[in-house]
């Protein structure tokens, strides 16, 4: 059975930090780009950040971009993602998320590709 369980998220005051992380079953880990969606009250569901597959780069929306950080421990089958600077509109649910073709997550029919989702982590940045 594919899981993807996330952990993390809170409630934290605007300019504070956030550690998500997202542990995957039942895959073999290394063949899929893995990373985080969110999705805002009222908003559609957007790609954050992902690894990819097939050469393990990273990639950011431009509203994340230097705030945060995406990484994986592939020993641990686990995906992180490090927010920091966190501002009221990153408020979000944030999930998890595996696909194994690879396009890019970064535009909005992304969200249609993905192989696996988590359940989601609640987000909340109060300003």
């Known amino acids: 059975e594919v899981q993807l369980v996330e952990s993390g998220g809170g409630l934290v005051q605007a300019g504070g930090s956030l550690r998500l992380s997202c542990a995957a079953s039942?895959?073999?880990?290394?063949?899929?780009?893995i990373g985080w969606f969110r999705q805002a009250p009222g908003k559609e569901r957007e790609g954050v950040s992902y690894?990819?597959?097939?050469?393990?780069?990273?990639y950011y929306v431009d509203s994340v971009k230097g705030r945060f950080t995406i990484s994986s421990d592939s020993a641990k089958n686990t995906v992180y993602l490090q927010m920091n600077s966190l501002k009221p509109e990153d408020t979000a649910v944030y999930y998890c998320?595996?696909?194994?073709?690879?396009?890019?997550?970064?535009?909005?029919?992304?969200?249609?590709?993905?192989?696996?989702w988590g359940k989601g982590t609640l987000v909340t940045v109060s300003s």
């Open positions: 998320a595996a696909d194994r073709v690879g396009s890019s997550w970064l535009v909005p029919e992304a969200v249609y590709g993905m192989d696996y």
């Open positions: 039942g895959f073999t880990f290394d063949d899929y780009a």
């Open positions: 690894i990819s597959s097939s050469d393990y780069k990273t």
